[in-house]
């Protein structure tokens, strides 16, 4: 059985985060693309374009962010991707907790993100805690 186009870009996506490879995300993502991040803490907002992305991104990477997959679901439009995450720096009260993706594809490339964590109170309250460049 082949992997659904839509499935096969999410994943394209964190094979290309997980190895920082920029210019296959200006591949995978549309021209407008926007990634929504919900709270009140100093990563929250819409991220617009790629680069806006990338920064948001590497700002998760400053807290040794890892994930572990739960559940995917895929549509024509969209895939929902639920998932563990939890970061891993000494001396910190980590967070540990599940999130779910919305991702929306139009024009064979990802259009919109939409992140719906398990705690955004627990959220809110690390990012807050911990975030250096507030």
């Known amino acids: 059985m082949n992997?659904?186009?839509n499935l096969a870009l999410v994943n394209k996506f964190f094979k290309a985060y997980s190895s920082n490879s920029i210019d296959e995300l200006q591949d995978i993502f549309h021209a407008d693309v926007k990634w929504h991040i919900p709270?009140?803490?100093p990563l929250s907002?819409?991220?617009?374009?790629?680069g806006e992305i990338v920064e948001y991104l590497n700002q998760l990477g400053n807290f040794n962010f890892r994930a572990e997959g739960v559940v995917l679901g895929v549509s024509y439009d969209y895939v929902i991707d639920c998932?563990?995450?939890?970061s891993e720096i000494e001396n910190i009260e980590n967070l540990n907790n599940l999130s779910c993706l919305l991702?929306?594809?139009?024009?064979?490339?990802?259009k919109e993100v939409f992140n719906f964590p398990q705690d955004q109170?627990?959220?809110?309250?690390?990012?807050n805690k911990n975030f250096k460049d507030k």
């Not at 998932?83 to 939890?86: F, P, S, V």
């Open 121 to 127: 109170h627990a959220v809110d309250s690390f990012f």
């Open 3 to 5: 992997e659904h186009p």
């Open 45 to 50: 907002g819409i991220k617009n374009g790629v």
């Open 83 to 86: 998932h563990k995450n939890w």
């Open 39 to 41: 709270g009140r803490h």
């Open 103 to 110: 991702w929306k594809f139009e024009g064979g490339k990802i």
